[in-house]
């Protein structure tokens, strides 16, 4: 229509350009990791934590939010779940952008050849993040975003190349097929 036009020379004038993704790198030490155990969802005692455990613990090391319970702090009084271990240093690389699945899958790829070296962790995440207020979630559904616009999923993946795959929408919103 007569918008068109309008639009194009909007855009020319305003000189749209591609912008790139941000990355920035952090090295966390001496951080509580949950133990895991692949073929073991549910986790048991004294032996390795459930994918619902560790998806708190993620969310609380992502947020940047400590992991040692004092009673005095008033942010949160969360501690790692049992059993943990304790890593020496622990990598977490954060990019932020539109990111194409063909993108994740090439990342999914370069985080396997981190086994290789067998001084490296048992296991490793990626989480894709939807924005929080986006239009458009999974399936044919409108993403609701109501009270928190959850929209995300992270892998686990191990060293024995099984993996998990969780899966976090609003209440609102479809599921995942």
């Given at each position: 229509g007569a918008e068109g036009p309008t639009l194009m020379s909007y855009f020319s004038k305003n000189?749209?350009?591609?912008?790139k993704?941000?990355?920035?790198?952090?090295?966390?030490?001496?951080?509580?990791?949950?133990?895991l155990q692949s073929n073991d969802l549910q986790g048991k005692p004294e032996?390795?934590?459930?994918?619902?455990?560790?998806?708190?613990?993620?969310?609380?090391?992502?947020?940047?939010?400590s992991l040692d319970n004092k009673s005095s702090s008033f942010l949160s009084?969360?501690?790692?779940?049992?059993?943990?271990?304790v890593v020496e240093k622990a990598f977490l690389c954060t990019?932020?952008?539109?990111?194409?699945?063909?993108?994740?899958?090439?990342?999914?790829?370069q985080l396997c050849c981190y086994f290789g070296d067998p001084k490296l962790a048992p296991w490793?995440?990626?989480?894709?993040?939807?924005?929080?207020?986006?239009?458009v979630s999974w399936r044919e559904s409108e993403h609701g975003f109501h009270k928190g616009g959850e929209?995300?999923?992270?892998?686990?993946?191990?060293?024995?190349?099984?993996?998990?795959?969780?899966?976090?929408?609003?209440?609102?919103?479809?599921?995942?097929p």
């Open positions: 000189q749209i350009r591609a912008l993704p941000k990355i920035t790198f952090s090295t966390l030490r001496d951080l509580q990791c949950p133990v032996e390795s934590c459930s994918t619902e455990e560790l998806l708190e613990w993620l969310g609380a090391v992502l947020n940047q939010v009084t969360y501690c790692c779940p049992e059993p943990n271990t990019i932020t952008g539109f990111i194409i699945p063909e993108k994740i899958i090439q990342l999914l790829e490793l995440t990626l989480t894709v993040h939807g924005f929080a207020d986006s239009p929209n995300l999923y992270n892998f686990v993946i191990f060293r024995n190349l099984d993996y998990w795959l969780q899966m976090a929408v609003g209440a609102h919103d479809d599921c995942p």
